[in-house]
C-alpha cells in the first residue's frame, strides 16, 4: 500500500517561469502552481499518493513570518488527522533553511517533513527541480525518515534543518553542512541515512504557536571593522525584543557596538551573540559579555539564531531559561 504524502507548495525557484530555457535568472519565481509541477513529474505518483496544496507564491526572499506561522499550523492540522504520512514543503532557496529550522521547532510529530526547492527554474534546461520534487516525495515516504526531525533534500542529498546552509549563489550543490555532515544521500531513488541530528525537534519540542498571530520582534546586527552603535541604538529605538550581533571570530563585538548592546539588555532587550563566520561555535569569550548578559549563540547561524530567540521569547524573558534552549535546539 503507497504512503500518502501531501505537498504543500509555496513557490520560489522551483515553481518559477522564464521567456527562454536558457535563463536561469531573472525568471518569475512562483509563478506556476502546485498541480502543474506534479503534472509535469508523474513518476511522483508510482511512489505515493500525492496530492498538492497551494501555501503561498512567493520569491522566499519575501518570506515573512506570518507564512511560517501558517505554515507550522497547517502542517500540525494535516498531521492531526492521521491519514497523512509525510509532508513535502516546496520552497525558495534563499531562505529555505530558515522555513526548515522555524518548522523544525514548531511542528509536533515524528511523521517526516521534507523541504526541496531548486536553483534553476522549471523552464530552464537541466532544471534540478523536478529531480529533486521527487527526491522530496522519496524521503517523506521513506519510514526511516520518521523521528529524524525537518528534513531537506536536493540535489541527491539529505540534510537537517538545523544545520543545513545555502553556501552558494548560484551552483545547484549549494545546501552544505560543512562540519557535522549530511544525514544521508537518495542513492538510485532510495533514500539512505548515515548520521541524526541529536537536538531537540518536532515531538520533542516544547514551542507552541497554536493560535499566534505573530511573533516577537528579533533583529540581526552584523558586526565589523569600524562597526559603531548606529543599528544597536536604531534596533532599541523601534522597540525590539531581541539582537542578534553576528559577531566577528568567536561571536567578538566591536568595543563601539558593546556599549550599545549594553544599553539594549538594561531595558529588557535579550542580546545573543553569534558568529558571521559560518562554522563553529560561540562560547563564553569576554568576561564584559557575561557581565552585561549577553547569551551565547551555540553554533547556530545568525539567522537561525533569530528564530530560536523569537520562538524562545514566546514563552519566557528569562535569560537562564532562554540559555538553556541554545544548548538543547
Not at 532557496?93 to 526547492?117: C, I, M, Q, R, S
Not at 522597540?239 to 568567536?250: P, Q, S
Not at 551565547?296 to 524573558?317: C, F, V, Y
Request: net charge neutral.
Amino acid at each position: 500500500m503507497k504512503p500518502n504524502i501531501k505537498i504543500l507548495a509555496t513557490g520560489g525557484t522551483i515553481a518559477g517561469r522564464a521567456k527562454i530555457s536558457t535563463a536561469t535568472t531573472g525568471y518569475t519565481a512562483g509563478a506556476i502552481e502546485i498541480d502543474e509541477l506534479l503534472n509535469a513529474v508523474p513518476e511522483i505518483y508510482e511512489i505515493a499518493n500525492v496530492t498538492g496544496e497551494q501555501i503561498c507564491s512567493i520569491d522566499s526572499k519575501d518570506m515573512t513570518d506570518e507564512i511560517w506561522l501558517k505554515l507550522a499550523t497547517r502542517i500540525n492540522e494535516i498531521f492531526s488527522r492521521g491519514d497523512v504520512d509525510g509532508i513535502v514543503v516546496t520552497h525558495g532557496t534563499d531562505t529555505l533553511e530558515e522555513t526548515a529550522y522555524f518548522l523544525n521547532l514548531t511542528v509536533h510529530g515524528d511523521k517526516p517533513v521534507v523541504l526541496t526547492g531548486a536553483m534553476r527554474p522549471a523552464t530552464a534546461i537541466s532544471s534540478d527541480g523536478a529531480m529533486n520534487l521527487l527526491n522530496a516525495v522519496r524521503v517523506a515516504a521513506n519510514k526511516n525518515s520518521v523521528g529524524k526531525g525537518v528534513l531537506v533534500a536536493l540535489n541527491d542529498e539529505i540534510n537537517s534543518a538545523r544545520e543545513v546552509t545555502k553556501t552558494n549563489t548560484l551552483t545547484v550543490n549549494t545546501f552544505k553542512n560543512f562540519e557535522l555532515g549530511l544525514l544521508g544521500y537518495v542513492n538510485a531513488g532510495t533514500p539512505e541515512f548515515y548520521r541524526t541530528s541529536t537536538r531537540r525537534h518536532t515531538s520533542n519540542s516544547e514551542f507552541d504557536v497554536t493560535g499566534l498571530k505573530k511573533l516577537p520582534l528579533v533583529k540581526i546586527i552584523y558586526g565589523h571593522a569600524g562597526d559603531d552603535e548606529i543599528f544597536v541604538d536604531a534596533a532599541i529605538n523601534a522597540n525590539v525584543d531581541g539582537i542578534i550581533y553576528a559577531g566577528t571570530g568567536n561571536g567578538s563585538i566591536h568595543v563601539n557596538a558593546e556599549k550599545a548592546l549594553a544599553r539594549a539588555t538594561a531595558k529588557n532587550i535579550v542580546v545573543v551573540r553569534s558568529s558571521r563566520v559560518g562554522n563553529g561555535t560561540v562560547i563564553p569569550a569576554e568576561k564584559s559579555y557575561a557581565e552585561k548578559n549577553f547569551l551565547d549563540g551555540d553554533n547556530l547561524s545568525p539567522q537561525k539564531a533569530r528564530i530560536l530567540l523569537q520562538l524562545a521569547l514566546t514563552k519566557t524573558n528569562n535569560l537562564s531559561e532562554i540559555r538553556r534552549m541554545f544548548k538543547q535546539y
